[in-house]
């Protein structure tokens, strides 16, 4: 089972499958639980305990950060992030990022990003289109109208308890749409990225 793996210079965490989105374009589609080459797919979820035990087995002096992003969304778990971020403060020198798709309010309930504060220093959103409407046919999620929106507030309040937050978007869109999604990135003000589609 996969817990950590490696991607560049930083160790990435995969905490769990489970996912508030189901995008048409995402490697979970047709990967059978292997993205970037490796398995991801989660025989179970591992306990806090578990995870940091698996980092400790790494060198980490070779990493510039930690990252969350497996084959699920992070923050559906996102108390077990924001515990395990607090031991790897408490233990490495290193950066901790979550990549996520934005939904954490929603799916707590509350507004967690007070949360973040000292413990994460930076948040990647894939905002993956330009309004609620092509969201909602892209991403397929759970929470329908509300995702969109809740996704945009997310980045928004994450700016006041985290240094670098950045929304993103695949390559594949077309070029006018991309200028929309930067143009809401800098109105949000926040950081705005084309990251490379993964198949």
Known sequence: MTITYELG??????ITNRCSNRCSFCVRNNSQGVAAGIQLWLEREPAVAEVLADIRKRDINQYKEFVFCG??????????????????????????RINTNG????ICGQDITPRLA?????????????NSQEYQ????P???????????????????????VT????????????????AIAEEIGVNFRVRQFQT
């Open 9 to 14: 210079n930083a160790l990435y965490i995969n």
């Open 71 to 96: 084959y699920g969304e992070p923050m559906m778990r996102a108390f077990d992030v924001l515990e395990i971020s607090r031991q790897l403060k408490d233990e490495f020198d290193k950066p901790v």
């Open 103 to 106: 939904h954490a309010n929603l």
């Open 118 to 130: 000292g413990l994460i220093d930076a948040v990647s959103i894939s905002m993956n289109a330009k």
């Open 137 to 140: 046919q892209l991403c397929l």
């Open 142 to 164: 759970d929470y329908d109208e509300a995702a969109y929106p809740a996704l945009l507030d997310f980045a928004g309040k994450c700016r006041q308890y985290v240094p670098e």
């Open 167 to 182: 929304l993103s978007v695949v390559d594949v869109m077309p070029p006018a749409d991309i200028a929309a999604c930067r």
